[in-house]
């Protein structure tokens, strides 16, 4: 055992040396508003890059995969890396280190609630995850699997952000919700100094983590139990605030961002009718999955407790079930959710809502010829009426050059649903791509 973990570090140590460009796109967008976004002084145009490589050396793997987005106005840059690992496969088992999504169960991308899985949300609609940062070992024999992972440290979430100017906080683009400038008070619009007080690095970073993924199954058939102790994906903020009258009437709020921790725990079966390995055919999957937060414990305004701000602390579950067919140029799937425990409404400005409650959902991804592809997302909640609707058409004119267009529309009837602040983000988004 220890001559292997010796190997693996000196592996380590050769792959970092070795020159790891890999394949990239470089993508110039601009949108077309159908409506006018809440923050009229959002950008329009964008340039984006993304690049992943996987590299193999004999038994080793590195592979990462990338995004940073800059809007052509003064708001920063948006960045994400799903993925950032070296791994080390002997026989049946891979050893890897570094930042790697776990799949825990087979509907949780469509629906990306975000309850587990960190997310790109570089775009709300989009359902990109992002990985663990730790040691994960996976076996497989077979007929079962099994993952496991541990950490000590924490790479969170952090799309969509914001920036503290002034006293005020002020989104990154359309997709952040900020808390409101102004405040009722006295039968007055009274406006809102926000203070935010930045939590030290290892508070953030120095998080444990442990997690298990476990796999039965047969030539048609997969059941999985999975769960764990780990950081949430985001950040959650705990405030305190007080009316001032001097120079200027205000309210002013001092928030501070930390990092609170959950357990989470669900399984999952699936019936595939061709066979698991099979490249075409049907498969029917349902899952469950539960999370219970821990209670945050960061003290920094324990003294002002008749006026402190606390985040919500919810457990939440939720089944799923969905069917997928896939074909030789093709993948359908019919999606439903449905939340179990989480559904209360509260009106916490700091209090987290869930993305969907009673929805059905449906995706399809269609070649229509070698260089043309089609791709459409729907989801709709039964009971909150929410809608969310985002196609894309990419055309590929050679090999390094392609253009596309995409069209995203959303419905949120209700004030106080998760999409509410963004239901006039309506748009068109034409993208020249470069492939490289």
């Given amino acids: ?18 020159h790891v460009l890999g394949s990239g796109t470089l993508t110039i967008g601009q949108f077309q508003r159908i409506n006018q976004p809440v923050d ?3 950008d329009n145009n964008f340039v984006q890059f993304d690049f992943d490589n996987k590299r193999e050396d004999s038994r080793w793997d590195l592979v990462y995969n990338a995004s940073l987005r800059q809007y052509t106005g003064d708001r920063g840059l948006l960045y994400s890396v799903p993925e950032a690992y ?6 049946r088992s891979e050893f890897t280190l570094g930042r790697k999504v776990i799949s825990w169960q087979p509907n949780d991308r469509f629906w990306a609630m975000g309850e587990i899985n960190s997310l790109k949300n570089f775009n709300l609609l989009e359902t990109d995850r992002e990985g663990l940062f730790g040691l994960h070992f996976e076996r497989k024999t077979k007929n079962m699997s099994f993952i496991l992972f541990a950490s000590g440290i924490n790479v969170p979430q952090v799309n969509p952000t914001f920036k503290a100017d002034g006293g005020q ?28 007080i930045y939590p030290q690095v290892s508070e953030i970073a120095l998080k444990e983590a442990a997690a298990a993924k476990f796999s039965i199954h047969n030539d048609n058939q997969a059941m999985t ?69 821990n209670r945050g414990t960061d003290t920094a305004f324990d003294q002002f407790d008749s006026l402190k701000i606390q985040p919500v602390y919810e457990r939440v579950s939720y089944a799923t079930a969905s069917l997928k067919n896939k074909g030789r140029f093709y993948d359908l799937s019919l999606n439903g959710l449905y939340l ?61 050059i392609g253009i596309g267009v995409d069209l995203q529309v959303i419905n949120a009837p209700d004030d106080n649903s998760f999409w509410a602040p963004f239901r006039s983000n309506d748009s068109f988004l034409g993208h020249f791509s470069y492939l490289f």
């Fill in 1 to 18: 055992m220890r001559g292997m973990i010796k190997r693996f570090i000196l592996g380590i140590l050769c792959l970092v040396n070795f």
């Fill in 40 to 42: 009229a002084n959002v």
């Fill in 340 to 400: 179990i425990e989480g559904d209360s409404v509260n009106t916490n400005v700091f209090a987290k809502k869930p993305r969907w409650r009673q929805a059905i959902g449906a995706s399809l991804g269609w070649s229509i010829t070698d260089s043309f592809r089609l791709f459409t997302d729907y989801k709709y909640d039964i009971k909150t009426q929410d809608m969310a609707f985002l196609t894309r058409t990419n055309y590929q004119f050679s090999r390094h």
């Fill in 86 to 91: 070296i791994s080390r496969n002997v026989g």
């Fill in 169 to 196: 906080v002020v989104g990154k683009n359309e997709w952040s919700n900020p808390p409101p400038r102004f405040v009722r008070f006295r039968e007055s619009e009274v406006p809102v100094s926000y203070d935010v």
């Fill in 225 to 293: 139990f999975h769960g764990g102790y780990k950081p949430e994906p985001g950040i959650r903020i705990v405030a305190t605030g007080y009316y001032e009258q001097t120079d200027v009437e205000r309210a002013v709020v001092q928030a501070k961002p930390f990092v609170n921790s959950h357990i989470f725990w669900g399984s999952s079966y699936s019936y595939h009718l061709s066979g698991r390995d099979a490249l075409e055919g049907s498969s029917v999957h349902v899952a469950y999955d539960s999370i219970i937060p």
